[in-house]
């Protein structure tokens, strides 16, 4: 079954995600040997969940397509979900970096 435009967009959501939080983990990592509070450990464990969950959604997305390919409006859902935690993420990363 060929993916859809709705899943390559959330693929591409969820790729750039991946991107996004691998940049955040770097950053908290580094203020964590830096500061070594327990505010930047909470912040690694966010990012690492969130970037394990992006990674399992692009897994599903490109080999277990049965669970998105039914419904239309399931695959909107999930490609909005996506775009939305892009969003967050780019924001997050922005404040992080400045």
């Known amino acids: 079954m060929a993916m859809g ?3 390559a967009i959330a693929s591409v959501f969820a790729g750039i995600n991946v991107v996004l ?8 990592v580094k203020n964590y040997r830096t500061f070594k509070t327990s505010l930047t450990l909470g912040l690694i464990a966010f990012a690492v969940v969130l970037l394990l969950e992006n ?4 897994y599903f997305f490109f080999s277990m397509q049965m669970f998105y ?5 399931v695959q909107q859902s999930v490609a909005v979900l996506r775009g939305l935690q892009f969003l ?3 924001f997050l990363t922005w404040v992080t970096l400045k």
């Open 5 to 7: 435009q709705t899943l």
């Open 21 to 28: 939080l691998a940049v955040l983990t770097a950053v908290w």
């Open 88 to 90: 967050a993420l780019v």
């Open 69 to 73: 390919g039914k419904s239309a409006a």
């Open 55 to 58: 990674a399992t959604a692009l």
